[in-house]
């Protein structure tokens, strides 16, 4: 077991919470660990909005391209690759943790196998309205599509022909989505995320700006997390 203080960010997808931790990263000179389960897998780039290749490489990324579609993946498993991972970083580098994938938050701050506390745990997460989340989910969408989702899909397939269930239930891989099924599917998504850290955490709210998580950070933050 590994112990670490970290910044913590959690929110729904679309929020602006990755642009917001890589500013903040950037500024305190801190490696970057994704608690988003779809970007484990390898080839998933554009359909997940994963990070630029030269953003992965400038952070020292955790939990990305930890997997290929074709394999199962946990949050046991998330959570030993980030324990491989942080085993990485220098202790006297800070860490910086975002994602909107509550239940690998959950498994850092409490354990896998610990009982839930009341109240659950405490920690940041992006409060937004849901209709600025519906249009920039929109706009994603858009580019998404112009940078060849549809190619990226087809070539993903033909590679694995047998995907498992964890990388099957990945927006916007699935045979015969269109535009408008992603977008349902991903709003529908961002309100689930919204309600998982409603009720399944001690909500931090904070608005999506950099300022505000930046002052969050510097009162409540960092937080002890435990890397199995």
Request: overall charge neutral; hydrophobic content about 40%.
């Given at each position: 077991?590994?112990?670490?203080?970290?910044?913590?960010?959690?929110?729904?997808?679309?929020?602006?919470?990755?642009?917001?931790?890589?500013?903040?990263?950037?500024?305190?000179?801190?490696?970057?660990?994704?608690?988003?389960?779809?970007?484990?897998?390898?080839?998933?780039?554009?359909?997940?909005?994963?990070?630029?290749?030269?953003?992965?490489?400038?952070?020292?990324?955790?939990?990305?391209?930890?997997?290929?579609?074709?394999?199962?993946?946990?949050?046991?498993?998330?959570?030993?690759?980030?324990?491989?991972?942080?085993?990485?970083?220098?202790?006297?580098?800070?860490?910086?943790?975002?994602g909107g994938t509550g239940l690998y938050f959950s498994a850092l701050l409490r354990g896998l196998d610990g009982e839930w506390k009341n109240p659950p745990p405490?920690?940041?997460?992006?409060?937004?309205?849901?209709?600025?989340?519906?249009?920039?989910?929109a706009d994603r969408l858009d580019d998404m599509f112009m940078a060849g989702l549809e190619d990226e899909k087809r070539t993903l397939h033909e590679r694995y022909?047998?995907?498992?269930?964890?990388?099957?239930?990945?927006?916007?891989?699935?045979?015969?989505?269109?535009?408008?099924?992603?977008?349902?599917?991903?709003?529908?998504?961002?309100?689930?995320?919204?309600?998982?850290?409603?009720?399944?955490?001690?909500?931090?709210?904070?608005?999506?700006?950099?300022?505000?998580?930046?002052?969050?950070?510097?009162?409540?933050?960092?937080?002890?997390?435990?890397?199995?």
């Amino acid at each position: 077991m590994t112990e670490r203080d970290a910044y913590i960010l959690a929110g729904p997808t679309a929020s602006g919470k990755s642009a917001i931790a890589a500013s903040l990263a950037r500024e305190m000179g801190a490696r970057i660990l994704s608690a988003d389960s779809m970007l484990v897998y390898k080839g998933m780039d554009i359909g997940t909005a994963k990070p630029p290749r030269a953003e992965i490489e400038e952070f020292g990324m955790g939990g990305v391209d930890v997997v290929t579609p074709a394999e199962e993946f946990s949050s046991g498993a998330w959570l030993r690759a980030a324990a491989k991972w942080i085993r990485t970083v220098p202790e006297d580098v800070p860490v910086v943790i975002v994602g909107g994938t509550g239940l690998y938050f959950s498994a850092l701050l409490r354990g896998l196998d610990g009982e839930w506390k009341n109240p659950p745990p405490e920690y940041p997460v992006i409060r937004i309205d849901r209709a600025v989340v519906r249009k920039r989910i929109a706009d994603r969408l858009d580019d998404m599509f112009m940078a060849g989702l549809e190619d990226e899909k087809r070539t993903l397939h033909e590679r694995y022909p047998v995907w498992s269930k964890t990388a099957s239930l990945a927006i916007g891989y699935r045979e015969g989505d269109d535009r408008d099924k992603i977008f349902i599917r991903t709003c529908q998504l961002a309100k689930r995320q919204d309600t998982w850290f409603r009720h399944q955490s001690t909500p931090l709210y904070v608005d999506p700006t950099v300022d505000a998580v930046r002052e969050c950070w510097r009162e409540k933050g960092p937080w002890r997390v435990k890397f199995a």
